[in-house]
C-alpha cells in the first residue's frame, strides 16, 4: 500500500500542479517539481526494501510512515482543493508537504538504504560488471549503453562513478561528460563535450563550427562520452554525428528515463541486471515447488510470478480483482482505468499513456497472467480474460492489500444492506438481484465499478454514501437510474474516468469541476439529452471522449490537445474550425445522416488538417453524397486504419484511397462502396495496406490493371458479397495472403478461394494461407428460391409499385409486440376509416415491436426507409416519449451482436418536436392524420441480402406508460430530407 499510496500522490501533484494546463497555477511551481522528485526516490527505496529487507522491523516502521506521510498529503490537497477558487491555503499545506517529506528522506537515508548509485544498480558486483564492459577490448566498435529508469533513483550518481573512476579514466584517452535534460540544446551539449576535452588535450584543434571541431578532437581518440538525461530520440540524432567510429574501443554512456531512446540508440540496457542473490532466490522458490500437493504448487508460482512483477504491474493486476469472474474485458477500456487510477506514469516517458499501458498489458500477457480472449481481424486484441484460479488469487491478494471491496449481495429493500469498506480504495458492484439497494460507508473510496448480472432488471436501482467526494473512476454504464443520480454521488470534484448508461444523467453531475477528467463515455440509452451540458470543452485534461449516439456539440472553446478520441461527430460539425480546436485526435467517428445528405456541407475536406489521425470511421445513411466521395488530397497522411459504412461511395473512388501511405486496414461495410465492378488502376496503390474486409455489397467483378494490387496484403474478409462468384485473378499471385476468410458467400466463391490456395503451394510453396469459410450458401436455382419468397413475401402484406420502385405495408398485426396478445398491457381495436385492427397501449413499464421480413420483394440498387405509423393518445399517453430505434439485416445480428457500431441504434423522440440543434428521429405529421417516427434505413442491393429486422423498443424502469396507439410499418424508398 505504500507504494500506491506515493504513486497516487505523485499522479495528483502531475493532474493538478505540473500538467502544462494545471488546475491551480502555484507561485512556486520548482518547489512542487522538486517534491515529485523526492517521491520518485521513496519508489526507490520501497523497490529495495521488497527485493531485500535487513532490519525487517526499522525498515516496517519507515515504510509505514511512508504511507502515513503519502496518505495525508494527498487527502490534505484534495481537501484545499475542495474549496473552490479559494486556495489561499494551499500553499501553506504544500509546503508543510514539502517539510514532512524531506524529514522522511532523512530518516531514510538514515537506514542504510542509500537511494543513490547502489539503489539504482544494487550491488557492487554489477558496477564492476558495467566497468568490465566499457573496457572490454574484444569489442573494437563503438558501443553505446544505457543506465535506464525513472527520475531519482541515481542514475547520474550511478554514471559520475563510473565516470570518475581511476580504471575507466586510465583506459580512455578521452572523456568528457554533457547533461542534456528535458529542454535540448545541441550547442550548449557540444559546447560542454568541447570544454571537457580541451582540459586534457594539449594540441589545438581547428574547426569551422562546433561541431566539426568536436568530432576532429575524437577522431583517432578512444573516448567515454556520457550523454546524461536525455529525452528525445531528435537529441541523439544531433549529437550523435560528431561521435566517431574509429574501430578502436570508443564507448557512449547514456542515462535516460525512457527505454525507447536506449533502444533507438541501439544500446545495451544496464538497469535490468539482476544480482546474484536474486537469482538465488528465484531458484530457492523454484526448488520449494518440489514438496507441495498440486494446488499449493499452484497458488506458489501464482505468488512467484506476482512477486517478480514490477510495482506498477502489480497494481494493474491487482486491478483485475474488481471484474467478475469470467468476465470479458475491453482491453480499452481496461488501459484507460490504469491511466486513471494513476498506475501509468505521464511524466517520464516520450510514449502516450495509451501506448505504455498497452505495453503493460503485453507484458502481464506474456507472462500468461491473463489471457487474450478476442482479437479484431486485423489481429489487434480486443478483449482479455483471466483464468479462474488466477482471478481467486488475485481477489485475495488485492484484498490482502486492503485494495479491493466485493459486495454482490445487495438488498432488495431500502436501506437494507450497509457496507464499511474501511481504507479499501477499490469497490465492484456485481448487482445480480433485479432490484439493488446499498448503503456505503467510506472515507477512501477512490473507484466504483459496477457490472449488471441480473436479468430483466425494471425496478429501481439505490445507492447512498457518507461521501463519495474523491472518487476518481465511477463506471455505472451498467446501471440506468431513471430517477437520476443518487445524490451522494453527484457532487463530484476529482473524477478522471467517468462512464454512464445515459447522457442525460451527465446533468446531475458538474462537469465543469471535474478539471482532470480524462475519459468519458456514455453508452447505449434511450432517455439520453439531446445536447451535451455546459463545461464539456472547458475540460482541458479529456483524452476520450465516446457516445453511443450522436449528440449535438457546441465547437470547443479552446483548443483541446489532449484529446485522443471523439465519437461521434456529425458531417456538418466537421468544419476546420472544429478541427483546429482537436487537433492532436487520433480516433475520429463521424455520423453523415440524411440531414448532412440533403444539405452537404464541407463533408470530410477538412480532414486533412488534423495530421494526427490514425483511425477513422465515416458512417452514412445509404444516401448517395458527393460530400463524402473521397479525395486523394483530404486524408492525413498518417491514416492507419479506416472504415466507411453505409456510404454509397463508387468503387472507382477507392482509386483515391489507395494512395494513402501509411493505411493498413481498410473495412468497407454495408454497402460501403457499390457498384458492379472495381478495377484497381493506380500503380503502387495500397502500399502498406495489410488488411481488407468488404461487407454486403453488389461486387461482381474485382480487376487489377498494376501489378501487385495490394504488396502486403495478409488478411482478407468477404461477408454477403452475394455477386461475386469467383475470386479474382490477381489474388493467385499475393504471396503475402495469410488468410481469407468468406462470411455468408456462395459454394462457388469458397471453391475458387480454396482453389487458390492450393495453386499459391504449387506454384510459389507457400503453405501459410489458410480459407476459412462459414454460413456457406449453397449454388443452387436462385431463380426459382426468389420467385417463391416474392409470392411468399408479397402475400402477406400491402406491396405497392410506383414505377421501378417497390413500397410496402405492414399492418400492426403482421408486427411482433412484447405482451401483444394480453388484454392487460395490449388491447386492439378496428380502425374502420383504414379497415384494419390497430394497437393500442394499456399498461407497460417497457415495451418491443419488432418486424422481420425477406428483402427480395423489394427493388434492387434502391435505399429503403422504415417508419412507424402511431399516435398518441389524447389525454391518456403516459411517459411515451424516447425509445430507441434500429434497422439491420439478420445475418449482421448474428455476427455482431456482442458489438456495438457497425448496426447502430438511433434515438427516436416519439412525443417530442425538434428544435435547432436537436440529433435524432422525430415524429412528422402524416396527410392521413397519423404520425410517423423513422425507424432507420437499409439498402437493397441484389435482392439476395436475406431478411432485414425493424425494432423499436424503449428500456425498462418503474413508469408505466400508456396511450400509445400503433396502426403499423411502412417501408418506401428513402428520399434526402431537408
Same mark, same amino acid.
Given at each position: 500500500m505504500a507504494f500506491l499510496a506515493v504513486t497516487s500522490l505523485m499522479r495528483t501533484l502531475e493532474l493538478q500542479f505540473l500538467h502544462p494546463q494545471p488546475r491551480v497555477i502555484l507561485t512556486n511551481k520548482e518547489q512542487i517539481k522538486s517534491l515529485h522528485e523526492k517521491l520518485g526516490h521513496f519508489l526507490v527505496y520501497l523497490e529495495e526494501y521488497e527485493k531485500k529487507s535487513t532490519n525487517w522491523e526499522e525498515i516496517k516502521e519507515v515504510t509505514k510512515k511512508i504511507r502515513g506521510v503519502s496518505v495525508k498529503a494527498e487527502d490534505d490537497i484534495e481537501a484545499e482543493l475542495l474549496k473552490a477558487h479559494h486556495y489561499h491555503k494551499l500553499e501553506k499545506t504544500l509546503q508543510r508537504v514539502v517539510h514532512e517529506v524531506e524529514e522522511l528522506m532523512q530518516i531514510t537515508r538514515n537506514t542504510n538504504h542509500h537511494l543513490? *548509485?547502489?539503489?539504482?544498480?544494487?550491488?557492487?558486483?554489477?558496477?564492476?560488471?558495467?566497468?568490465?564492459?566499457?573496457? !572490454?577490448?574484444k569489442l573494437k566498435q563503438r558501443q553505446v549503453m544505457a543506465i535506464v529508469g525513472m527520475g531519482g533513483i541515481g542514475k547520474t550518481t550511478f554514471a559520475k562513478k563510473i565516470y570518475n573512476d581511476p580504471q575507466i579514466k586510465s583506459h580512455f584517452d578521452i572523456c568528457a561528460w554533457t547533461t542534456l535534460s528535458q529542454e535540448h540544446n545541441?550547442?550548449?551539449?557540444?559546447?560542454?563535450?568541447?570544454?571537457?576535452?580541451?582540459?586534457?588535450?594539449?594540441?589545438?584543434?581547428?574547426?569551422?563550427?562546433?561541431?566539426?571541431?568536436?568530432?576532429?578532437?575524437?577522431?583517432? /581518440?578512444?573516448?567515454?562520452?556520457?550523454?546524461? !538525461?536525455?529525452?528525445?530520440?531528435k537529441a541523439w540524432d544531433d549529437i550523435q554525428i560528431c561521435f566517431p567510429n574509429d574501430g578502436n574501443g570508443s564507448r557512449i554512456l547514456l542515462t535516460t528515463r525512457i527505454r525507447e531512446i536506449a533502444q533507438y540508440a541501439d544500446s545495451g540496457l544496464l538497469s535490468t541486471i539482476k544480482s546474484v542473490d536474486e537469482w538465488e532466490n528465484v531458484e530457492r522458490s523454484i526448488n520449494s515447488l518440489l514438496t507441495l500437493n498440486p494446488s499449493e504448487q499452484v497458488s506458489r508460482l501464482f505468488n512467484l510470478s506476482y512477486n517478480s512483477l514490477p510495482r506498477d504491474l502489480k497494481y494493474c493486476f491487482l486491478y483485475l480483482g474488481l471484474f467478475h469472474e469470467d468476465c470479458e474485458i475491453p482491453i480499452k477500456n481496461l488501459i484507460r482505468l490504469w491511466i486513471a487510477e494513476g498506475f501509468v506514469g505521464t511524466m517520464s516517458h516520450s510514449k502516450r499513456p495509451e501506448e505504455i499501458g498497452r505495453d503493460y498489458l503485453q507484458d502481464l500477457i506474456d507472462?500468461? &497472467?491473463?489471457?487474450?480472449?478476442?482479437?479484431?481481424?486485423? #489481429?489487434?486484441?480486443?478483449?482479455?480474460? @483471466?483464468?479462474?484460479?488466477?482471478?481467486?488469487?488475485?481477489?485475495?491478494? *488485492?484484498?490482502?492489500?486492503?485494495?479491493?471491496?466485493? +459486495? =454482490?449481495?445487495?438488498?432488495?429493500?431500502?436501506?437494507?444492506?450497509?457496507?464499511?469498506?474501511g481504507d479499501s480504495h477499490w469497490l465492484s458492484?456485481?448487482?445480480?438481484?433485479?432490484?439493488?439497494?446499498?448503503?456505503?460507508?467510506?472515507? $477512501?473510496?477512490?473507484?466504483?465499478?459496477?457490472?449488471? @448480472? *441480473?436479468?430483466?432488471?425494471?425496478?429501481?436501482?439505490?445507492?447512498?454514501?457518507?461521501?463519495?467526494?474523491?472518487?476518481?473512476?465511477?463506471?455505472?454504464?451498467?446501471?440506468?437510474?431513471?430517477d437520476g443520480m443518487p445524490p451522494d454521488i453527484t457532487d463530484?470534484?476529482?473524477?478522471?474516468?467517468?462512464?454512464?448508461?445515459?447522457?442525460?444523467?451527465?446533468?446531475?453531475?458538474?462537469?465543469?469541476?471535474?478539471?482532470? &477528467? /480524462?475519459?468519458?463515455?456514455?453508452? +447505449? !440509452?434511450?432517455? #439520453?439529452?439531446?445536447? @451535451?451540458?455546459?463545461?464539456?470543452?472547458?475540460l482541458r485534461q479529456l483524452r476520450h471522449l465516446e457516445l453511443y449516439h450522436q449528440v449535438s456539440i457546441d465547437l470547443p472553446k479552446v483548443v483541446q490537445q489532449n484529446l485522443q478520441t471523439l465519437y461521434w461527430l456529425s458531417a456538418s460539425e466537421c468544419t476546420m474550425e472544429v478541427f483546429m480546436r482537436i487537433p492532436n485526435v487520433k480516433e475520429l467517428g463521424i455520423i453523415a445522416g440524411d440531414e448532412a445528405a440533403a444539405s452537404p456541407q464541407e463533408g470530410l475536406n477538412n480532414l486533412s488538417c488534423l495530421s494526427h489521425l490514425e483511425k477513422l470511421k465515416v458512417q452514412g445513411s445509404y444516401h448517395p453524397a458527393s460530400h463524402l466521395r473521397p479525395q486523394a488530397t483530404i486524408y492525413p497522411q498518417n491514416l492507419k486504419k479506416l472504415t466507411f459504412v453505409r456510404t454509397l461511395i463508387p468503387w472507382e473512388d477507392m482509386n483515391c484511397i489507395s494512395v494513402l501511405p501509411n493505411l493498413e486496414v481498410l473495412k468497407l461495410r454495408n454497402f460501403a462502396c457499390v457498384g458492379s465492378e472495381w478495377e484497381l488502376n493506380e500503380e503502387g496503390g495500397f502500399p502498406q495496406l495489410k488488411v481488407l474486409l468488404i461487407s454486403l455489397t453488389n461486387l461482381k467483378e474485382w480487376k487489377a490493371n498494376v501489378d501487385p494490387p495490394f504488396p502486403k496484403l495478409e488478411r482478407l474478409l468477404l461477408r454477403n458479397c452475394f455477386e461475386l462468384k469467383e475470386m479474382p485473378e490477381w489474388i493467385e499471385?499475393?504471396? =503475402?495472403?495469410?488468410?481469407? $476468410?468468406? %462470411?455468408?458467400?456462395? *459454394?462457388?466463391?469458397?471453391?475458387?478461394?480454396?482453389?487458390?490456395? %492450393? %495453386?499459391?503451394?504449387?506454384?510459389y510453396g507457400n503453405d501459410m494461407l489458410d480459407v476459412i469459410d462459414s454460413n456457406t450458401l449453397l449454388d443452387k436455382d436462385h431463380a426459382i428460391e426468389e420467385e417463391d419468397s416474392n409470392e411468399q413475401t408479397c402475400s402477406e402484406v400491402e406491396c405497392v409499385r410506383h414505377g421501378l420502385t417497390t413500397r410496402l405495408w405492414f399492418e400492426a398485426r403482421r408486427l411482433w409486440i412484447e405482451w401483444g396478445d394480453d388484454t392487460r398491457y395490449w388491447i386492439w381495436t378496428r380502425d374502420y376509416e383504414f379497415g384494419c385492427e390497430v394497437a393500442k397501449l394499456e399498461k407497460v413499464s417497457w415495451f418491443e415491436i419488432r418486424l422481420t421480413f425477406d428483402v427480395r420483394c423489394l427493388s434492387n440498387m434502391t435505399c429503403y426507409s422504415a417508419y412507424l405509423v402511431f399516435k398518441l393518445e389524447s389525454g391518456r399517453f403516459r411517459d411515451v416519449n424516447t425509445a430507441l430505434a434500429g434497422v439491420r439485416y439478420v445475418k449482421d445480428k448474428a455476427i455482431y451482436g456482442w458489438m456495438r457500431g457497425e448496426n447502430r441504434h438511433s434515438q427516436v423522440f416519439l412525443a417530442k418536436t425538434k428544435?435547432?440543434?436537436?440529433? #435524432?428521429?422525430?415524429?412528422?405529421?402524416?396527410?392521413?392524420?397519423?404520425?410517423?417516427?423513422?425507424?432507420?434505413?437499409f439498402y437493397v442491393s441484389s435482392g439476395n441480402e436475406g431478411e432485414v429486422e425493424l425494432q423499436l423498443w424503449h428500456a425498462s424502469d418503474q413508469f408505466w406508460k400508456s396511450g400509445f396507439i400503433v396502426r403499423g410499418i411502412e417501408v418506401r424508398p428513402s428520399v434526402n430530407e431537408g
Open positions: 543513490g *548509485a547502489n539503489a539504482m544498480v544494487g550491488h557492487s558486483e554489477e558496477l564492476e560488471k558495467v566497468k568490465f564492459q566499457l573496457r !572490454d577490448d545541441k550547442q550548449q551539449a557540444v559546447t560542454d563535450l568541447i570544454r571537457c576535452i580541451l582540459l586534457t588535450r594539449k594540441k589545438k584543434i581547428e574547426g569551422d563550427n562546433p561541431e566539426d571541431l568536436l568530432r576532429k578532437s575524437l577522431l583517432g /581518440q578512444r573516448y567515454l562520452i556520457v550523454v546524461d !538525461d536525455i529525452w528525445t530520440t507472462r500468461s &497472467l491473463i489471457m487474450v480472449h478476442r482479437r479484431s481481424f486485423d #489481429g489487434k486484441i480486443k478483449t482479455c480474460k @483471466m483464468h479462474d484460479l488466477l482471478h481467486e488469487l488475485c481477489i485475495s491478494k *488485492a484484498k490482502i492489500e486492503n485494495l479491493l471491496y466485493l +459486495e =454482490t449481495k445487495g438488498s432488495s429493500d431500502r436501506f437494507g444492506r450497509s457496507i464499511r469498506l458492484l456485481k448487482v445480480a438481484i433485479p432490484a439493488f439497494h446499498l448503503v456505503i460507508a467510506s472515507e $477512501k473510496c477512490r473507484s466504483i465499478l459496477c457490472f449488471n @448480472m *441480473a436479468v430483466n432488471c425494471d425496478r429501481e436501482w439505490y445507492l447512498r454514501a457518507n461521501s463519495f467526494k474523491n472518487l476518481r473512476v465511477l463506471d455505472l454504464s451498467k446501471i440506468n437510474f431513471k463530484l470534484v476529482f473524477l478522471r474516468y467517468l462512464a454512464l448508461a445515459s447522457s442525460e444523467l451527465l446533468n446531475h453531475i458538474p462537469l465543469w469541476k471535474n478539471l482532470n &477528467l /480524462q475519459t468519458l463515455i456514455i453508452s +447505449e !440509452d434511450d432517455n #439520453g439529452c439531446r445536447k @451535451m451540458p455546459d463545461g464539456i470543452w472547458d499471385d499475393a504471396i =503475402t495472403l495469410r488468410l481469407i $476468410k468468406l %462470411e455468408y458467400c456462395y *459454394a462457388s466463391l469458397v471453391g475458387s478461394a480454396q482453389r487458390i490456395k %492450393e %495453386e499459391q503451394h504449387d506454384n428544435s435547432y440543434g436537436d440529433c #435524432g428521429q422525430f415524429p412528422e405529421s402524416r396527410s392521413d392524420g397519423w404520425m410517423e417516427i423513422k425507424l432507420g434505413n
